[in-house]
């Protein structure tokens, strides 16, 4: 019981330090961001203003204080991060045809496409702008401009995969993996990674931050295909069981493919063939899911990875930022949201 109440107590205090990060985050981005036309302002600030975890932000901010405690002037850069991370979920949005993000529209159901793929381009061209508002050495300010472009490439990459393997019922999960490395795992790993560079972190240092970062991210991705089968609506911002509906291959729906046996993987199979899937074909297919072992197997994999990335801190000097990132990976499992 007392051993309960600890981690509660350690889960509000979290809860609090997000809530400060996210407000710096937050009002550096609106301040920033251009207003000169109105509409364009307004979609572009959308999702930042819906809220958010600001994970990614967290990461850059408290990576950096493993070795400096002054994170106030590299603000920018974890804002750049941030915008950088709603450019691909504006796009994503487009792309995968959704209509709720956060609990609000999504920008093209808002607006329009044409405007949401403005409000997505302005903002990533802003994150490159972001980063040169950033008080440090202009060789580190090179180094990230570099990464942040690696970055870009590779989330269009992670999403090209995403919706490739929308056509096909053969994805293996090692395919799966890769795709989320790009999509989520790397601006995750960049973030950790711009955090050690800007503290001047070493060599090693670096190299276990980018693992940290990238074992996280897989870990994130693989917890949210568990929340959007099996999560509250309300609680993760859009309908139970919408990557189903769109054939989306999580990590759930592949094992389930390859674990099933006949009738229920064909019965699987026809669900997911179906142009127009109604919510009794949803509900039966989450019920498939759950019954192969998906979920057991994926919160395995999750376990793993987490027990893996907190290893990587070892390499740190014992300080609060440092044990701020470890409960992040600990408590990160149990989330609902």
């Known amino acids: 019981m007392v051993r309960k109440v600890k981690i509660l107590e350690e889960y509000e205090l979290m809860k609090k330090d997000f809530k400060v990060i996210a407000e710096k985050?937050?009002?550096?981005?609106?301040?920033?961001?251009?207003?000169?036309?109105s509409n364009l302002w307004k979609a572009s600030k959308h999702y930042i203003i819906a809220g958010g975890k600001r994970l990614r932000p967290f990461f850059i901010l408290k990576s950096y204080s493993l070795l400096d405690e002054n994170f106030e002037k590299i603000i920018p850069i974890a804002a750049a991060i941030e915008i950088l991370h709603t450019f691909s979920l504006i796009h994503d949005d487009i792309m995968d045809r959704d209509s709720t993000r956060r609990n609000v529209p999504t920008v093209h159901t808002k607006w329009n496409e044409?405007?949401?793929?403005?409000?997505?381009?302005?903002?990533?061209?802003?994150?490159?702008v972001f980063v040169d508002k950033t008080?440090?050495?202009?060789?580190?300010?090179?180094?990230?401009?570099?990464?942040?472009?690696?970055?870009?490439?590779?989330?269009?990459?992670?999403?090209?995969?995403?919706?490739?393997?929308?056509?096909?019922?053969?994805?293996?999960?090692?395919e799966y993996m890769k795709m989320v490395e790009l999509k989520t795992g790397s601006l995750f790993e960049i973030s950790a990674f711009i955090g050690g560079?800007?503290?001047?972190?070493?060599v090693s240092?670096?190299?276990?931050?980018k693992e940290f970062g990238k074992k996280f991210g897989l870990s994130f991705q693989i917890i949210d295909d568990i929340l959007g089968l099996i999560g509250e609506e309300k609680k993760i911002g859009k309908p139970i069981g919408s990557d189903l509906r769109k054939g989306k291959k999580t990590y759930?729906?592949?094992?389930?493919?390859?674990?099933?046996?006949?009738?229920?993987?064909?019965?699987?199979?026809?669900?997911?063939?179906?142009?127009?899937?109604?919510?009794?074909?949803?509900?039966?297919?989450?019920?498939?899911?759950?019954?192969?072992?998906?979920?057991?197997?994926?919160?395995?994999?999750?376990k793993n990875l987490l027990d893996e990335a907190i290893s990587k801190l070892e390499v740190f000097p014992d300080s609060e930022a440092k044990k701020e990132l470890q409960r992040?990976?600990?408590?990160?499992?149990?989330?609902?949201?």
Do not use: W
């Open 25 to 37: 985050i937050d009002n550096f981005i609106l301040k920033h961001l251009p207003n000169n036309v």
């Open 205 to 209: 240092q670096i190299k276990s931050l």
């Open 135 to 174: 008080k440090i050495p202009q060789d580190i300010k090179y180094k990230i401009l570099i990464e942040l472009g690696q970055v870009s490439s590779k989330l269009c990459e992670g999403q090209a995969m995403d919706m490739e393997f929308e056509e096909r019922t053969d994805v293996s999960s090692e």
């Open 252 to 302: 759930l729906l592949i094992y389930a493919l390859e674990h099933l046996k006949n009738p229920e993987k064909s019965n699987l199979i026809t669900i997911l063939g179906k142009k127009e899937k109604n919510n009794d074909d949803i509900s039966k297919g989450i019920e498939l899911i759950k019954h192969s072992g998906a979920i057991e197997s994926a919160k395995k994999i999750v």
């Open 114 to 128: 044409s405007l949401a793929i403005l409000a997505g381009d302005i903002l990533l061209s802003q994150a490159f």
């Open 197 to 202: 560079l800007c503290a001047n972190a070493s």
């Open 328 to 337: 992040l990976a600990k408590f990160s499992i149990q989330r609902t949201y």
